[in-house]
């Protein structure tokens, strides 16, 4: 049986990483294919493409990884409008090059999708291609729901067809997906949270305030 590493908040010093963990785990997906058709050029792209929104989710939101930087979960605490990443688009074209048109389309139609009501966005989930068929990701996903059942606020998130069975186990419900121009087919998933069954569990009549004594944003060292 597979020993699942300690799971810990990400700090400003592991950002980079935790974008080049990124990187490598969606290097070979048809997303990010899709996104980065140059395969010379695809793991550099994605990995300072990465780190625009790994800084953005330091104070807006939170990054759990194991120990051995094996796997992370990038998330966005949407309890109310979050401001895109400062200078943006500048950083996008800079990074992205002759593909930035690919992710800002990513970028647009995903937001459009989004639920308006307060929620915990998991934006990523990424698991290290030698560190695949552990368990990391189911690992990641009971502990990053476990906080979220604590404070009853449902999440979201997006993946493809072929990994949607992962977040189907843990109760994540699929919306109408989403075909990319000329690409695949993104699945839209949300979650409720599960009934608190225990007296003295925190209450949730104020999501925000509650979910934010519980995961504060990491500020740099």
Do not use: K
């Given at each position: 049986?597979?020993?699942?590493?300690?799971?810990?908040?990400?700090?400003?010093?592991d950002k980079d990483s935790v974008a080049a963990l990124i990187a490598d785990a969606v290097h070979p997906i048809?997303?990010?294919?899709?996104?980065?058709?140059?395969?010379?050029?695809?793991?550099?792209?994605?990995?300072?493409?990465?780190?625009?929104?790994?800084?953005?989710?330091?104070?807006?939101?939170?990054?759990?990884?194991?120990?051995d930087l094996s796997a992370?979960?990038?998330?966005?605490?949407?309890?109310?409008?979050i401001a895109p990443p400062a200078n943006f688009r500048i950083r996008l074209d800079t990074v992205a090059g002759t593909h930035?048109?690919?992710f800002a389309v990513l970028d647009?139609?995903?937001?459009?999708?989004?639920?308006?009501?307060?929620?915990?966005?998991?934006?990523?989930?990424?698991?290290?291609?030698?560190?695949?068929?552990?368990?990391?990701g189911a690992a990641m996903l009971t502990h990053h729901e476990a906080r979220l059942d604590r404070i009853n606020?449902?999440?979201?998130?997006?993946?493809?067809?072929?990994?949607?069975d992962l977040y189907l186990r843990h109760r994540y419900l699929p919306r109408p997906t989403l075909t990319l121009p000329d690409g695949p087919t993104v699945t839209l998933m949300?979650?409720?949270?599960?009934?608190?069954?225990?007296?003295g569990r925190l209450n949730a009549t104020n999501p925000t305030a509650v979910a934010e004594t519980l995961v504060r944003p990491v500020a740099p060292e």
């Open positions: 049986m597979d020993v699942i590493p300690r799971i810990r908040s990400a700090r400003w010093v048809p997303l990010a294919q899709w996104l980065v058709p140059d395969p010379a050029a695809r793991r550099h792209v994605l990995a300072d493409v990465a780190t625009i929104w790994v800084e953005h989710a330091m104070f807006h939101g939170d990054i759990q990884i194991t120990d992370a979960t990038v998330a966005f605490h949407r309890y109310r409008p930035v048109q690919r647009q139609l995903l937001t459009n999708q989004r639920p308006f009501d307060p929620h915990h966005h998991l934006a990523i989930l990424a698991v290290r291609p030698d560190a695949q068929r552990r368990g990391l606020l449902p999440a979201w998130t997006e993946t493809l067809p072929t990994t949607q949300h979650r409720a949270p599960r009934p608190a069954r225990e007296s």
